[in-house]
């Protein structure tokens, strides 16, 4: 089920846990969130976000490997389960992890002799103590850690240090935080991993009061009884999600894909939808309370709550070159796109065809700062800084789609106002997709997390075997029809164009030059149409006795008669160039029996019969 990150693996989605907090649940956290209340970090939890820049040092120097070469590899060969107690011959998962923390870490890695997936079932957590740097990897192994329902799946004590890379973990679930994983106090690395399936309190995938980093990850179908369906982040949890998906999580209380609780947080080229937040929920996507997180190139779309359909926010939560669409808050007026967004800032970001049931759709109040350069399909979020657009449809794509990249987005179509708003020197880098901006060297980029891609000029449209000029003679008064092969047309298109040429081959063409201009049309060329041209001469009867005179003093006849030739073929060019048609006629049949007279003695068969072809040829020109 890998890919809403480019696909759940059926459904064009890809597929990619935590001890219980401070936060109350049941009751006494749903009562929170009561009309005019919300939920609160409890005590302690206010210190800890004091605390936190202090903290995230002090946690980076506690967790910084030690440099003892290069790390031991341990081999899981038995795959038919991850834990000892019912387990086959070979090296299993637990017996593994026990000797890389027993010896100070390294990579436990697969070989399970199956080129197919790899279900390793747990009858027990996954206890993760060591402070050295422990990596599990399942890269080209297709490994699933699978808590079927019955344990969490793993548990990061405080001051550990692990890595997850190219798994699967599902099916984990806890009383308390952190179905599939519980970060306490650790730090935390995912990458190419999918979340899917897990349940818990808080945190129905991810708990992390530690550091914890997402990288080309997918959080999908988890759920929360009360915060965080797909992460819950504590206040003092420092979190960082790049190119990730989270979709179809859900939270009973608030944050369908993550519930920050005043922690550390940074969103970036990232997608959430589908997510919800039922009931008296807060933040389809995302619900912040109290943090100051940062989100940026990301899209937010389908996602649900009673408030806040796309985006809760409850401090200062900044929005950048993002898009928040299609949201939806069960709650009228509460901000279908983005709600209780006081102390929200938006640059460049795209809000719009959101609903609440009523106005306001897009955003419950108007939000703390606009930082120029939004758009927004009505006006309730305010945006009238510089560049800002209201009431301003921007012409999105109806679904999300892969349109490249590692996570899903919505396109702008190609007529969208949103398209190059943003001079260069306020644009981002990349887009959600990584596409650069501005593209194709534009001094302007586009607002929300997809630049447009402007088609690149086609201009290789050409014409190749032009025909050389051509020379002809005449075989009529009229002219003579001439053939030629038209020019070849080089284009990448299949079919392609057809290329005309005017006169057309096999056309009659006048006495005289002519020009042939051919020509080919291709509407996706800007170079179209292109042409090309030659020459079609056609020689009269005078300039054909020019050439015979010629070709008989080319055949280095005896002197008498290449004489008598050239004074009779003198005169019959005088007769046609003075207008006298019927002498420079009867003289050319006396050319033609003085040649033929010849055959044999002065000429031989072959001279005689073109000489006397030319003449009988110039006498058709001449129509005697």
């Not at 938006?346 to 108007?366: E, K, L, W, Y």
């Not at 009431?391 to 190609?414: F, I, K, R, W």
Request: include cysteine; aromatic fraction near 4%.
């Amino acid at each position: 089920m890998r890919g809403f990150i480019r696909s759940i693996r059926t459904r064009g989605w890809r597929v990619g846990g935590a001890r219980e907090s401070n936060e109350p649940n049941g009751d006494a956290g749903i009562g929170r969130l009561l009309p005019g209340s919300r939920p609160r970090r409890t005590r302690g939890q206010v210190g800890l976000a004091a605390l936190l820049v202090v903290g995230v040092v002090i946690l980076n120097l506690a967790l910084a490997p030690a440099i003892h070469g290069a790390p031991s590899v341990y081999t899981v060969t038995d795959c038919t389960s991850a834990n000892a107690a019912v387990s086959g011959t070979g090296l299993n998962l637990d017996t593994a992890l026990t000797n890389a923390q027993t010896n100070g870490g390294g990579v436990i890695n697969f070989n399970c002799n199956s080129s197919g997936a790899q279900d390793l079932h747990l009858d027990k957590t996954l206890d993760i103590t060591t402070i050295s740097p422990l990596t599990i990897d399942g890269t080209n192994q297709q490994v699933a850690l699978d808590g079927g329902g019955i344990v969490q799946d793993i548990e990061a004590q405080s001051g550990a240090n692990l890595a997850l890379d190219n798994l699967t973990i599902q099916g984990g679930i806890a009383a308390g935080n952190g179905g599939a994983i519980d970060n306490e106090g650790s730090a935390v690395n995912l990458i190419n991993i999918t979340i899917i399936g897990s349940q818990a309190s808080s945190g129905g995938g991810i708990y992390n009061s530690g550091q914890l980093t997402l990288d080309n990850s997918s959080v999908i179908n988890n759920t929360a009884s009360n915060f965080g369906g797909g992460i819950y982040n504590d206040g003092g949890g420092v979190l960082t999600v790049t190119s990730s998906a989270f979709a179809f999580n859900q939270a009973q209380v608030g944050g369908g894909g993550i519930f920050n609780n005043g922690g550390a947080m940074s969103v970036s080229t990232s997608a959430f939808a589908f997510n919800q937040a039922p009931g008296m929920g807060i933040g389809g996507g995302i619900a912040n309370e109290g943090g100051m997180p940062t989100v940026s190139n990301s899209t937010f779309a389908f996602n649900q709550a009673q408030e806040g359909g796309g985006i809760f926010s409850d401090g200062v939560l900044s929005l950048n070159n993002s898009t928040v669409a299609y949201n939806t808050a069960s709650s009228s007026g509460k901000g279908g796109g983005l709600g209780d967004i006081t102390g929200l800032d938006s640059a460049g970001s795209i809000v719009a065809d959101n609903s609440a049931g009523g106005s306001p759709n897009n955003c419950a109040f108007p939000i703390g700062a606009d930082q120029g350069y939004n758009l927004e399909s009505g006006s309730d979020c305010g945006f009238t800084s510089v560049g800002s657009l209201q009431n301003t449809n921007p012409l999105l794509a109806s679904g999300l789609a892969n349109n490249g990249g590692p996570t899903q987005t919505l396109a702008l179509q190609s007529s969208s106002p949103a398209i190059d708003q943003i001079p260069v020197a306020s644009c981002p880098t990349i887009d959600q997709r990584g596409v650069s901006r501005p593209d194709n060297g534009e001094t302007a980029c586009d607002i929300g997390a997809y630049e447009y891609q402007d088609p690149v000029s086609d201009k290789d449209l050409a014409l190749t075997n032009v025909p050389a000029n051509l020379t002809v003679n005449a075989t009529s008064p009229a002219g003579a029809v001439v053939t030629y092969s038209p020019p070849t047309v080089v284009d990448e298109d299949s079919p392609l164009p057809t290329v005309s040429c005017t006169p057309a081959s096999g056309s009659p063409f006048a006495i005289g030059q002519t020009t042939v201009t051919c020509s080919v049309n291709d509407s996706d060329d800007s170079n179209s149409p292109v042409q090309a041209s030659f020459t079609v001469m056609v020689l009269g009867a005078a300039a054909q006795v020019s050439n015979l005179l010629a070709t008989v003093n080319g055949m280095h006849l005896r002197t008498a008669l290449q004489n008598s030739y050239d004074e009779e073929l003198t005169e019959i060019r005088s007769e046609i160039n003075g207008g006298q048609t019927a002498n420079a006629c009867a003289n050319l049949s006396d050319f033609i029996v003085h040649v033929q007279g010849q055959s044999g003695k002065g000429l031989t068969a072959a001279q005689a019969n073109q000489l006397s072809a030319a003449a009988k040829n110039i006498q058709a020109v001449l129509g005697c």
